[in-house]
């Protein structure tokens, strides 16, 4: 089992930055894949960003050239730098890890964290 916590959301202007941190804890050495979705009222949750152990990275061309995603030296934190920020990205952001363990994968999802930009 995995637990997820965000944190580093509130607010920005546009043109700014924010950065969004994911902690990770329990099993988290079986995490292959980490991801931020986004999601704002009466709308489906989008998928942000996303990392894996492939290395086969994914934004949304929203975000491209202006998020990044990185993970911490240890295994446990994932990273979202957002920069140039625009009012479009005013959502809740929530981060997702999935786990594989032997063929079954597990989906691990955080609260979701408040972020807003003012023009």
């Known amino acids: 089992h995995v637990e997820l916590v965000e944190s580093g959301g509130g607010s920005g202007r546009a043109g700014g930055s924010l950065r969004l941190s994911c902690a990770a804890s329990g099993s988290i050495f079986n995490i292959n894949l980490w991801a931020w979705y986004r999601q704002t009222p009466g709308k489906e949750r989008d998928l942000v960003a996303r990392i894996s152990d492939g290395g086969y990275d994914y934004y949304a061309d929203s975000v491209k050239g202006r998020f990044t995603l990185s993970r911490g030296t240890t295994r446990n934190t994932m990273y979202m730098e957002m920069n140039n920020l625009k009012p479009e990205a005013t959502a809740v952001y929530s981060c997702?890890?999935?786990?594989?363990?032997?063929?079954?994968?597990?989906?691990?999802w955080g609260q979701g964290i408040q972020v807003t930009v003012s023009s």
């Open positions: 997702h890890a999935a786990t594989l363990v032997g063929q079954i994968t597990y989906d691990y």
